[in-house]
Nanobody, 113 residues
Framework: QERLVESGGGLVQPGGSLRLSCVAA????????MAWYRQAEGKERELVAA???????RYVRSIQGRFTISRDNAKNTMYLQMTNLKPEDAAVYYC???????WGQGTQVIVSS
């Protein structure tokens, strides 16, 4: 059974950086499009970025230029490098396999001084 495990969240000051990781326990990883979502308190979950199996990325406009999605298919791992974090980036971040629909459990990002 496929399982996704996120890590890397935490408390960071505005302007700071974090790198989130999502490790996929699955037999086949490289063919699937993967994505990062986030859900802030009181808001709906939203797509942040997605990446195809061969590395083509797309981003929601609000984070373009600040976040970078990447993947290492040899390690069954996807990343989200977040820079210049803003208070409005605070949320629980989830990874998802867009092919299978499986979600991770989420990792919390807090942006506060």
């Amino acid at each position: 059974q496929e399982r996704l495990v996120e890590s890397g969240g935490g408390l960071v000051q505005p302007g700071g950086s974090l790198r989130l990781s999502c490790v996929a326990a699955t037999r086949i990883f490289n063919i699937y499009q993967m994505a990062w979502y986030r859900q802030a308190e009181g808001k709906e979950r939203e797509l942040v970025a997605a990446i195809t199996g061969d590395g083509i990325a797309r981003y929601v406009r609000s984070i373009q230029g600040r976040f970078t999605i990447s993947r290492d298919n040899a390690k069954n791992t996807m990343y989200l490098q977040m820079t210049n974090l803003k208070p409005e980036d605070a949320a629980v971040y989830y990874c998802r396999n867009l092919g299978s629909g499986v979600w991770g459990q989420g990792t919390q990002v807090i942006v506060s001084s």
